[in-house]
């Protein structure tokens, strides 16, 4: 499992809340992602970052921000959750000689 | 029109059959990849793979550069394959490697 957790693993939230989800990493990858799955579509990246403090947006960034202080840590930000970002959010890491990637359990969020 | 296609969306079968799962994709490449995702929700990589053909166990993968095409195949099929197969591919330029993903094959397996 390359060494990856998320928190919290299920949450429900009301519209207009923040919330977080962190991707916690054991194993020193360089990249690591964030991705929403949802009925109908493919696994869609959010963010996406290539070392600490540098991070870039993916399709589907509009809402979501993210942050990279330590090599370990991606952490996935709601500023203010809507009903539309109710998905199931996997992190995924590649260590950076390869296009392999390891993912996380997924975290199962529910806006209501 | 997506990047990647795959073929069925579901598919349902007895124990034992032959499972074909189709991907088509339309960019450049350097590489094809197959995951597994069971009922619980975990992704786990099964076949990465740039030409030719893998083999592990009773999964066979197999891509076809020019026809841009590519095909996981189970033998002996059984109920534990059950599970969602996904279709992804890395893209021609190197870097931090971004996946583009299809929507997914759900396999069932009756007993």
């Known amino acids: 499992d390359a060494g990856i957790t998320q928190s919290p693993r299920h949450k429900v939230t009301e519209t207009g809340t923040p919330v977080t989800l962190r991707c916690h990493q054991t194993e020193n990858h360089r990249y690591m992602y964030w991705y929403r799955q949802d009925p109908g579509h493919g696994l869609r990246l959010i963010h996406y970052s290539y070392g600490v403090k540098d991070t870039d947006k993916g399709e589907v960034s509009d809402g979501y921000s993210v942050s990279r202080s330590k090599t370990e840590d991606f952490l996935l930000t709601l500023e203010s959750a809507t009903s539309s970002q109710t998905s199931v959010y996997f992190c995924a890491v590649n260590h950076g000689s390869g296009p392999k990637q390891f993912f996380g359990p997924g975290t199962r969020l529910t806006v209501l | 029109k997506n990047e990647v296609e795959q073929s069925p969306q579901n598919l349902t079968a007895q124990e034992g059959e032959f499972i074909t799962i189709n991907c088509s994709y339309s960019?450049?490449?350097?590489?094809l990849h197959w995951l597994q995702q069971h009922p619980g929700g975990g992704i786990v990589s099964l076949f990465m793979?740039?030409?030719g053909k893998k083999k592990h166990g009773r999964l066979i993968a197999t891509i076809n550069i020019q026809e841009k095409h590519s095909s996981l195949h189970i033998t002996a099929s059984h109920p534990r394959d059950s599970a969602v197969y996904i279709c992804?591919?890395?893209?021609?330029?190197?870097?931090?490697?971004?996946?583009?993903f299809g929507t997914g094959t759900r396999l069932t397996i009756i007993p």
């Open positions: 960019v450049g490449i350097s590489a």
């Open positions: 992804a591919v890395s893209p021609s330029s190197f870097g931090n490697e971004k996946l583009t």
């Open positions: 793979l740039s030409s």
